[in-house]
């Protein structure tokens, strides 16, 4: 660790409220979980992010794992996978790998996500449908999530094509469609480069068109600037289009190139927060600092 890593690291956690420091969990469940996606080269969001929950989750038996390479073809101001240079080719042999990984690791709950991936002519679609197929064939008890982009990129960037692709994944019948807004409308363009919120919200709207029996799920990370009453604003929306599920967690800033917080919602904001959204009739609420996407997913 370089010496300005190591500066930044330390006004990072100087900075950084009592609440958001936690141990990351049993140093034997990660290291194994670590193992066995090294050997088989594929990735989880759980590492590539270095999510604070992970040697929770992998206790819980739950992992989520990231598709079609770590390498995004969009430059979201806020997320740690890496970007800014051209992704790696698809791994057709990598349905199979996840599957034996799952197998391996007897993992109860997966959630599939992946990088946007324009580049590729479905947007990534497929390569979902497959990895889910792959996992039910050896691992057939397993539930399936999905966390998937807009699907808005590749051949018949529109409408049309996003609606194909979603419903293409939709008909593999996941335990639950998740896709992220992750923050209000307002801040979408400078935080989500390349996306739109009304797009966004139209994967969840498309979902339900296609299969309402299928739960959706939509998550923000705050600390971007919103306020409470944006924050509201935006469950409502997500609530329009029949959104099920949602996770609010904090965001922190990966490095000082990303961009800066501007505040550490406390969690006692969180725990009114996932009040209000209980009240609107979300059926699972995930409100608190360190909740991320995935935060016990796999839990009724």
Known sequence: MTFSRQAELKLKIAAMPSWLRRSVGKASEISTVQRIIKQRQIHTICEEGRCPNRGECYAQKTATFLLMGPTCTRSCA?????KGH??????????QKVAESVQLLGLRYVVLTSVARDDLSDGGARHFVKTMEAIRQLNPETQIEVLTPDLWGGVGVG????????????TAKPACFNHNVETVRRL????????KYDRSLGVLANVKNIDSSIPTKSGLMLGHGETREEVIETMADLRAVKCDRITLGQYMRPSLEHLPVQK??????FDELGSIAREMGFSHVRSGPLVRSSYHAGEE
């Open 264 to 269: 550490y919602w406390t969690p006692a904001e």
């Open 78 to 82: 806020f997320c740690q996978v890496d």
């Open 159 to 170: 409408e049309a094509g996003q609606s194909l692709r979603i419903a293409m994944i939709v």
């Open 86 to 95: 051209a992704p790696m080719a698809v791994d057709d042999e990598e349905p």
């Open 188 to 195: 979408t363009g400078p935080v989500r480069r390349g996306a």
